[in-house]
């Protein structure tokens, strides 16, 4: 690209409404959107400060909020721990003898069952009849029985009362 030092004052470029190298830009809109632009470097840097100091003061905010968070975690661990017993290893047992076996739990052999007290009241009687058909092996000739099997059951009903009802299997 030619440069001249000595342009005359009448001098009219051929290309000022579309110059080759600025492809086929007009150099007085080029020139414009020069003057605009050199004034705008002083203010993207001033933006760029200010954003620069946005941040350090969200990571500064960020940093406490972190710094508060752990500390009111390290207080609910504390109260959680002085609410709730932790977890104490296990006693040592004292040593047994080889030969010793540990004892069973429950009532001793031949100890007679533990039952409830039978109510001195029933509310209601409910006879159920004889099935009509083996439930084991589907046979539908079924002769009858005479001896009754006793069902006691105990319905607990919070309000007004418990309820006891008495069946009677055939």
């Known amino acids: 690209m030619p440069r001249f030092n000595q342009i005359p004052d009448d001098f009219i470029c051929p290309y000022r409404h579309g110059c080759p190298y600025l492809e086929g830009l007009s150099t007085h809109w080029v020139w414009m959107r020069y003057q605009e632009a050199a004034g705008l470097e002083c203010d993207y840097e001033h933006q760029l400060q200010e954003i620069n100091q946005h941040l350090d003061e969200a990571n500064q905010s960020i940093r406490q909020l972190e710094q508060q968070n752990q500390?009111?975690?390290?207080?609910?661990?504390?109260?959680?721990?002085?609410?709730?017993?932790?977890r104490s290893p296990p006693a040592?047992?004292?040593?047994?003898?080889?030969?010793a076996?540990?004892?069973?739990?429950?009532?001793?052999?031949?100890?007679?069952p533990w039952q409830r007290k039978k109510?001195?009241?029933?509310?209601?009687i409910i006879s159920v009849p004889a099935p009509t058909s083996c439930p084991h092996c589907q046979?539908?000739?079924?002769?009858?029985?005479?001896?009754?099997?006793?069902?006691l059951q105990e319905d607990i009903v919070l309000e007004p009362r418990t309820v006891f009802t008495y069946y009677q299997h055939h």
Do not use: M, N, T, Y
């Open 71 to 86: 500390q009111l975690q390290a207080q609910l661990h504390a109260l959680h721990r002085s609410q709730f017993k932790g």
């Open 92 to 99: 040592a047992a004292p040593p047994q003898s080889c030969s």
């Open 139 to 151: 046979k539908c000739k079924l002769q009858p029985v005479s001896q009754i099997h006793e069902h």
């Open 119 to 124: 109510p001195k009241r029933i509310d209601q």
């Open 101 to 112: 076996q540990p004892k069973k739990r429950g009532a001793p052999k031949g100890h007679p």
